[in-house]
């Protein structure tokens, strides 16, 4: 199984972008990039994933790199409310759809 | 969005109680899951289910049981509480469709043993 290696925390000022880089460079070619967000004492949020193509929804963009070992997530315009600890995760490979939650970056929004 | 809901949010028992966390969802997803997360730890997933009538351990060893009975129903049971067990526990769920992986988490429910 793919596994993903992310950096304990960031900080990012509040409007500006947050970009949280991911390394996966042991990922195979069917296995997914997933991000999730967890804000203090609840659960995962879904925010975005991706094969290999970017990803762009309401909430974040989601950068793949050509050869796939990395990829970034995008918050355009970070608020405070964004502050949670965001998850890389590569979709476990014949195992349905369990995923494995590592222990994620912390990103702190300053005002 | 998410339809998906744990109770009690939160428990206080003393040790040797036996105990249920109910988790329920309304969106009519094959599959469920349960992890536990102590603070500022990892998720760790300790049961899934993928229909009715369908469990499998986790990653994590835990000494506690679910059930798959209906659909919309995930029910963890602890047969007699420790305070090792004191931990959150995250229910979720998850479409048909594995391609997408996206899961639906609860609140959790925070639960001390004392």
């Known amino acids: 199984d793919a596994k993903t290696t992310q950096p304990p925390s960031m900080d990012c000022a509040e409007g500006r972008a947050a970009n949280l880089p991911c390394n996966h460079s042991?990922?195979?070619?069917?296995?997914?990039v997933y991000w999730y967000r967890q804000i203090h004492s609840q659960g995962p949020q879904y925010i975005i994933h991706?094969?290999?193509n970017n990803e762009t929804n309401e909430m974040a963009s989601l950068i793949i790199t050509e050869d796939r070992k990395s990829s970034t997530l995008i918050l355009p315009h970070a608020t405070l409310r964004d502050t949670a600890v965001y998850y890389c995760?590569?979709?476990?490979?014949?195992?349905?759809?369990?995923?494995?939650f590592g222990q994620g970056t912390e990103l702190s929004v300053k005002p | 969005e998410a339809d998906i809901y744990q109770t009690p949010r939160y428990l206080v028992i003393g040790t040797g109680k036996k105990i249920t966390l109910e988790c329920s969802q309304t969106?009519?997803?094959?599959?469920m899951y349960w992890y536990q997360q102590d603070p500022g730890m990892e998720l760790h997933l300790i049961h899934y289910?993928?229909?009715?009538?369908?469990?499998e351990k986790g990653d994590l060893s835990s000494e506690s049981t679910v059930s798959r009975i209906r659909t919309e129903h995930f029910p963890l049971t602890l047969e007699s509480a420790r305070p090792s067990h004191t931990s959150q526990y995250l229910c979720?769920?998850?479409?048909?469709?594995?391609?997408?992986?996206?899961?639906?988490f609860g609140s959790g429910t925070q639960l001390s043993v004392l």
């Open positions: 991706g094969l290999k």
């Open positions: 995760i590569v979709r476990v490979r014949n195992q349905g759809g369990k995923l494995i």
């Open positions: 042991t990922i195979s070619g069917n296995e997914y």
């Open positions: 969106m009519g997803h094959d599959k």
């Open positions: 979720a769920s998850s479409d048909r469709d594995i391609r997408r992986g996206k899961l639906f």
């Open positions: 289910s993928y229909g009715v009538n369908s469990t």
